[in-house]
């Protein structure tokens, strides 16, 4: 896994160049230009069908207060080997009330694992569904914060795919599980001391 500090950027490669070698990436910690700084290690990045791609994420040097940072695409999360739309997926149908083996056969990935992700989303959903709340608002202020519905995780899921249809109409075309991992910083899986980062 590449080390921290991560910045989430898109999944088009030359465009994340571009927007690097121009200084159009903001630096998370102090707001000052990227600039281009090398390449982090190696990851795998392990798609729908087990079909798995080998990824160098570009590194990013503040101009200001000298840090790198991994630039990881929004297609993948901190710490976890599957892309995020799989992941997305087998949340949803948790959602939707399906159990993590039946859930595990459709994707056709190990059980346990399916198993881990739903736990950890679950212990976090209070934290989750309050986060895209927020970015709901900072999208759109038209948008009033949902009432509880029916239970944590069904709540994040929901808060997830409001935020994800503000952030398409204000900004355009965007996966909604590519929206959550960059807008949680690519934490939404990450354990409790991994803070989600602050609504912009």
Do not use: Y
């Not at 690097?20 to 230009?33: D, F, I, N, Y």
């Not at 948790?94 to 859930?103: D, E, M, S, W, Y």
């Amino acid at each position: 896994m590449p080390e921290a500090p991560v910045l989430m950027v898109g999944n088009d490669e030359s465009a994340v160049e571009t927007e690097l070698v121009t200084g159009q990436l903001s630096c998370p910690c102090c707001a000052e230009q990227l600039g281009p700084w090398g390449h982090a290690r190696f990851r795998v990045l392990r798609r729908r069908g087990g079909e798995e791609e080998r990824l160098r994420p570009r590194r990013g040097r503040c101009r200001g207060c000298g840090k790198t940072h991994v630039l990881l695409c929004d297609e993948a999360l901190l710490r976890r080997r599957d892309e995020v739309a799989v992941i997305g997926e087998a949340i949803e149908a948790k959602a939707a009330g399906i159990g993590h083996r039946r859930i595990a056969v459709h994707l056709d990935v190990p059980a346990w694992r399916v198993r881990r992700w739903l736990r950890r989303f679950s212990e976090r959903a209070v934290a989750i569904c309050e986060h895209f709340s927020r970015w709901s608002f900072a999208l759109d202020i038209s948008l009033s914060p949902s009432g509880p519905g029916r239970g944590a995780l069904v709540d994040a899921v929901e808060a997830i795919g409001v935020a994800a249809r503000a952030a398409v109409l204000r900004h355009g075309p965007r996966p909604a599980w590519c929206f959550a991992s960059f807008a949680s910083g690519g934490v939404l899986l990450a354990n409790a001391r991994c803070p989600l980062p602050p609504v912009p």
